[in-house]
């Protein structure tokens, strides 16, 4: 929020002078609460840990203790406990009909008044008109959408005009490094398919 509102304040035609009371959120020594700590989640707390975070995270399997030892992470049993201590809050889960809405207003109503959620998952984890409330009153600091429900938003939709809320195109992967690797692993998949061999990165039904 205050990157993209503050890099706005410094190409302002009207900008004479840069306010003293421009504070942002501390991320170091903060807490991280990951909700679904797969192999992407597993990512983001390797790099949070850089910050000093203290990481918690909640996941349907709890990873192995030299895994959480390795991030410094914490298992939470209930994802209740979870929304209640982190500081920032981060979707990482794929969309099921078990996570369809899985942060609705209870959940949104368990989490610190100056906590910050973040979406990098699917738009449709969160009950979006549950976030705009929380959002509008105060409930939460804010958001960082990576992902909505629909995407792109109708233009008239209330998220968009909050300005608690930073949304981006579901752009988490638009790299040119990132592209190219998802491309040579779907090749090495057809390719294993072709030749009889084992899917290295098979999807099994649950």
């Not at 002078?17 to 903060?30: I, K, P, Q, S």
């Not at 995270?57 to 209740?80: L, P, S």
């Not at 609705?104 to 368990?110: D, V």
């Not at 984890?125 to 409930?139: C, F, H, M, P, S």
Request: with cysteine.
């Amino acid at each position: 929020m205050y990157l993209h509102s503050g890099c706005q304040i410094a190409v302002s035609p009207d900008t004479k002078y840069f306010a003293v009371d421009w504070l942002g959120v501390e991320v170091t020594r903060a807490t991280l609460g990951i909700i679904g700590m797969g192999n992407i989640g597993y990512k983001v707390a390797q790099r949070a840990r850089a910050f000093n975070m203290k990481i918690l995270y909640h996941n349907r399997n709890r990873r192995g203790k030299e895994e959480e030892e390795a991030v410094g992470a914490h298992y939470c049993e209930t994802m209740e406990d979870l929304l209640q201590q982190s500081d920032f809050v981060m979707l990482v889960v794929n969309l099921t009909p078990q996570t369809h809405k899985l942060i609705g207003k209870k959940e949104l109503g368990l989490m610190k008044p100056t906590a910050t959620l973040i979406n990098i998952s699917r738009g449709a984890v969160i009950d979006q008109d549950a976030l705009v409330e929380a959002l509008q009153n105060k409930v939460v600091r804010a958001a960082a959408l990576d992902v909505t429900y629909p995407e792109p938003l109708p233009r008239g939709h209330p998220l968009l005009k909050l300005n608690n809320v930073i949304i981006t195109p579901h752009i988490g992967t638009a790299t040119v490094q990132a592209l190219r690797m998802m491309a040579e692993e779907a090749i090495t998949n057809m390719l294993a398919v072709l030749h009889g061999q084992p899917i290295p990165s098979e999807v099994l039904p649950k």
